[in-house]
């Protein structure tokens, strides 16, 4: 039998990268550090830039346990719109750090340390209590969406926390929808499977994020209990649209239709994608187009303006 095994691997490199051993050693930790870092399986050789790297995350792991303790995050909501009704459906609960000194900061920058260094379990926690208290307070046929990390999930008692946020908040499991990526199918373990079947045998919904990036996208479909595919925007407004990213979405509309599956289009910017996306199928539409994410109040006051119409809602621009 033939057996692979993936290695991560950092390279320091005399004299370049340090003076004595241990200096050495130093700088191949730091390389094999950033190799894992950058998604693991891969070598790299050590640069001066990765001990700048270093410092910084470790930087930012400390002000975001911080911002955590001082109540500084806030939660942004953007709406998903109903493609055929133009009413909202759901908000995408997205976390803000405001930082008092640096001002925002992307979540590009502080999530990856918070998965790295535990910190998003805690962050995760506390974004689904503070979403599910949010929706609690929306008309009932109004959902939430809360995107979840690996990491998250295999913590002990995740589907547990996960429920007593829901309780807390006395929202029903309908109403909210918990995003995945492929990126927690990788391991494919048992726990993974238990933790949504649980979940999903509770009643909360969940949504494949980032559909058509990853290489076995059909199968996730197949094996989990998904009720929902978010089309990854590269689709809808990348620099690659045309022909073939229409006959890609046509073909997953078809397939969601068939499995009663909603079909999310991400980054949505223009009338035209918006009519392009609902010819191909698509059953639900979130962009620019539509609004960016919002503060709470302002998603209640969309929702508010929403509900006084005496028309049905149309097609358009949502921004408050």
Request: aromatic share 8%; charged share 25%.
């Amino acid at each position: 039998d033939r057996l692979e095994v993936g290695a991560s691997m950092g390279i320091a490199l005399l004299p370049d990268d340090g003076a004595d051993i241990d200096t050495l050693m130093q700088s191949a930790d730091l390389a094999l550090y950033h190799s894992k870092v950058g998604g693991r399986r891969q070598a790299s050789f050590f640069a001066a830039s990765m001990t700048r790297e270093l410092l910084r995350r470790r930087e930012i792991e400390a002000e975001l346990r911080n911002a955590i303790q001082r109540d500084e995050l806030s939660l942004f909501f953007q709406p998903i719109i109903d493609l055929d009704s133009g009413r909202i459906r759901t908000f995408e609960a997205l976390v803000r750090w405001f930082h008092p000194q640096k001002g925002e900061l992307r979540p590009d920058e502080f999530n990856p340390v918070a998965e790295e260094t535990g910190l998003i379990i805690t962050l995760g926690n506390w974004i689904t209590a503070q979403a599910a208290r949010a929706c609690a307070t929306w008309p009932e046929d109004v959902t939430v969406a809360v995107n979840l990390s690996p990491v998250q999930i295999k913590a002990p008692g995740a589907a547990l926390g996960i429920l007593t946020a829901l309780k807390d908040a006395q929202l029903d499991p309908h109403r909210l929808e918990l995003e995945v990526t492929e990126g927690l199918f990788l391991d494919d373990n048992e726990q993974t499977a238990l933790f949504m079947d649980e979940l999903s045998a509770a009643g909360i919904r969940f949504a494949l994020d980032d559909f058509g990036t990853g290489f076995s996208s059909l199968g996730y479909i197949n094996k989990f209990p998904f009720k929902k595919i978010k089309v990854d925007r590269s689709f809808v407004s990348g620099e690659n649209v045309g022909r073939k990213s229409d006959a890609i979405l046509r073909a997953v509309a078809g397939m969601g239709s068939t499995l009663d599956l909603d079909i999310v289009a991400e980054g949505l910017e223009t009338i035209e994608q918006v009519h392009s996306v609902k010819s191909a199928g698509c059953t639900l539409g979130q962009g620019y187009y539509f609004s960016r994410a919002v503060p709470d109040y302002l998603a209640a006051m969309l929702l508010a303006k929403e509900r006084d119409k005496h028309d049905p809602a149309r097609l358009g621009g949502l921004d408050p």
